[in-house]
């Protein structure tokens, strides 16, 4: 069982559920609950599967009645369930231990200056994160090592401000977002990339051009080349093997034939 959480108001567990899923009747359910201090809350989901291919994969979302419900000191009772096998699970829960924030809506670009904001409002135990943008030409893929990245540590500024020079002129660019926690006393792993921005770049320097002219004037003469050497040899015959007997040069003498085989060389 893996669970993070936004460290707000909402928990997502995901469970491998390889015994159970022999199973179709079976109902699995997650309870967690804050049951010691003076605020406590709890709530409960049941895991579905993640999608049809992946029937052991199942997951749900835990959701807490009230916004910034999690307090760094927190620590919860997770327990998971099933019915009816009897299959049961329980864990304790640190919510700033597992922090997963919402990913960034699509950034907004104005010529060459990318921004952010978060998905959701500040809040006053988690001041800044740290962001990492990545920016691209439109036909490279994502996974492509020469995607280029911005990254700002612990920084409160959203906005990235794009070299000119590593832009083409009229060239169409993709970026996204992701953003991290970086508070003490709360551990965050990177959350999911944003939606995609796409943009066609009005500066940077100017996109080679092919010589069209050039290129099609060479094509023509290589045509019409192939063409009259077709013709030369459709026409005549025997041009073509004078042709090839000028390029291949006099056959070579026979030496049977040569008047000197009857000779005698002796003194």
């Known amino acids: 069982l893996t669970c993070y959480n936004d460290f707000n108001r909402t928990i997502t567990c995901v469970w491998n559920s390889t015994y159970v899923s022999d199973h179709a009747d079976t109902v699995c359910t997650i309870h967690a609950k804050k049951d010691t201090g003076l605020y406590r809350y709890s709530t409960s989901c049941n895991l579905e599967p993640v999608d049809v291919s992946r029937p052991t994969l199942k997951n749900c979302s835990l959701v807490f009645k009230h916004d910034w419900t999690f307090m760094t000191s927190d620590v919860l009772s997770i327990n998971l369930s099933c019915k009816p096998v009897n299959e049961s699970l ?29 998905q959701v409002s500040k809040r006053r135990s988690i001041s800044c994160y740290s962001s990492q943008l990545q920016w691209k030409e439109e036909d490279q893929s994502w996974s492509d090592p020469s995607v280029r990245k911005n990254q700002r540590e612990r920084d409160c500024s959203y906005t990235v401000e794009l070299n000119e020079d590593l832009l083409i002129q009229g060239e169409r660019y993709e970026a996204r977002v992701r953003v991290q926690a970086k508070v003490n006393g709360v551990m965050s792993t990177w959350s999911d990339w944003s939606p995609i921005a796409s943009w066609e770049s009005p500066v940077g320097r100017t996109k080679p051009t092919l010589d069209v002219a050039g290129v099609a004037f060479g094509i023509v003469a290589c045509v019409a080349v192939f063409a009259l050497f077709l013709a ?21 003498p026979n030496p049977a034939k040569s008047f000197l085989q009857d000779v005698n060389f002796q003194v």
């Open 90 to 118: 329980h864990i304790y829960y640190k919510p700033a231990c597992h922090v997963k924030l919402n990913p960034p809506p699509k950034p907004d670009i104005n010529s060459t200056t990318i921004s952010w904001f978060l």
């Open 232 to 252: 030369v040899i459709r026409a005549d015959k025997t041009t073509w093997i004078y042709m090839v007997k000028r390029i291949r040069g006099p056959p070579l």
